[in-house]
T-cell receptor
């Protein structure tokens, strides 16, 4: 059974600081996703990572994938308040579905 | 890509009643999925709805409680039956358009059962 562990679950950061969210998964998958969710909203797709060593960057967020270690990271650089949200990683299942981590609730404080 | 229209966006329902949620996709897709997100929780797969076959339900979800229809390749419905306050959640439909591509989500239906 594919399981996804995400940590930390809660993250309080100061503006301008850097931090990393980790996503470990238990069995092989060919797809890893990162989503952002604002309160009361649906999911906003951030990154899709498909191969070992994949690295994608968008603004202050950078995601990477190590399929051998079954680990993905979401790195936040110089955080700003607008990044406050819940971030989910999700791993592609064999039937096209996604298995989600528990999410990381990020709060960026001035 | 795929654009998903999900409705209603929110509803407040009386316990014991049923609500049907609709999901319309702007292109034909084989795989559609229904997820539930309970308050403060992550997303959990309810079932997979493929056109031309019965929906496949995950452990803990049953057809009598969450009947699903998939009449064609662009549309699906999820019904939440005989609702109780524990069914208060966000329900999301999702599609996966093929190998190594993005998964798309509808805007979600925020259901409150009173």
């Amino acid at each position: 059974e594919l399981k996804v562990e995400q940590n930390p679950l809660f993250l309080s950061m100061q503006e301008g600081k850097n931090y990393t969210i980790y996503c470990n998964y238990s069995t092989t998958s060919d797809r890893l996703y990162w989503y952002r969710q604002d309160p009361g909203k649906s999911l906003e797709s951030l990154f899709v990572l498909l191969s070992n060593g994949a690295v994608k960057q968008e603004g202050r967020l950078m995601a990477s994938l190590d399929t051998k270690a079954r680990l993905s990271t979401l790195h936040i650089t110089a955080a700003v308040h607008d990044l406050s949200a819940t971030y989910f990683c999700a791993v592609g299942g064999s039937q096209g579905n996604l298995i989600f981590g528990k999410g990381t609730k990020l709060s960026v404080k001035p | 890509s795929a654009v998903i229209s999900q409705k209603p966006s929110r509803d407040i329902c009386q316990r014991g009643t049923s609500l049907t949620i609709q999901c319309q996709v702007d292109s034909q897709v084989t795989m559609m999925f229904w997820y539930r997100q309970q308050p403060g929780q992550s997303l959990t797969l309810i079932a997979t709805a493929n056109q031309g076959s019965e929906a496949t339900y995950e452990s803990g979800f049953v057809i009598d409680k969450f009947p699903i229809s998939r009449p064609n390749l662009t549309f699906s419905t999820l019904t939440v039956s005989n609702m109780s306050p524990e069914d208060s959640s966000i329900y999301l439909c999702s599609v996966y358009t093929g190998m190594n591509t993005e998964a798309f989500f509808g805007q979600g239906t925020r259901l409150t059962v009173v």
